[in-house]
Nanobody, 121 residues
Framework: QVQLVESGGGLVQAGGSLNLSCAAS????????MAWYRQAPGKQRELVAS???????NYADSVKGRFTISRDNAKDTLYLQMNSLKPEDTAVYYC???????????????WGQGAQVTVSS
C-alpha cells in the first residue's frame, strides 16, 4: 500500500557531502513522524535523526552540526543532508515514516529499502 524509495547513497571521501532522499508513494492519507536510521556492519540499527509533524528535530550526538533532516510535504519526501562525513558514518541508511492510509486508520511505520553510504579516509 505504501512504498518508500531511497536514493542518494554512494561513496565519498572524508569531509565530503551526500544528500539522501526518501520518497513515499501509494495510499497515503497523512504522514506523522519521519526519521533516518543507520546500521553499520556488526552493529545494531541506530537512530540518526528524527522530525515530527510539528517540525521538531532530534539528532544523534555523533551527527549534530553535520547532518540536517528535512521534509517536503508537497512531495511526501524526506531528506538527510550529510556534510563533513567521516569514515565512521559508513553504514546502510534507512528512512522510516509513519503513515496513515485512511481517515480511520492508525499510523504505521514503513521502512525504505536502505541506501549504502561509504566514507573513505
Amino acid at each position: 500500500q505504501v512504498q518508500l524509495v531511497e536514493s542518494g547513497g554512494g561513496l565519498v571521501q572524508a569531509g565530503g557531502s551526500l544528500n539522501l532522499s526518501c520518497a513515499a508513494s501509494g495510499s497515503i492519507f497523512s504522514i506523522n513522524a519521519m526519521a533516518w536510521y543507520r546500521q553499520a556492519p556488526g552493529k545494531q540499527r541506530e537512530l540518526v535523526a528524527s522530525l515530527t509533524s510539528a517540525g521538531r528535530t532530534n539528532y544523534a550526538d555523533s551527527v549534530k552540526g553535520r547532518f540536517t533532516i528535512s521534509r517536503d510535504n508537497a512531495k511526501d519526501t524526506l531528506y538527510l543532508q550529510m556534510n563533513s562525513l567521516k569514515p565512521e558514518d559508513t553504514a546502510v541508511y534507512y528512512c522510516n515514516i509513519a503513515v496513515r492510509t485512511s481517515v480511520i486508520g492508525s499510523y504505521y511505520p514503513y521502512w525504505g529499502q536502505g541506501a549504502q553510504v561509504t566514507v573513505s579516509s
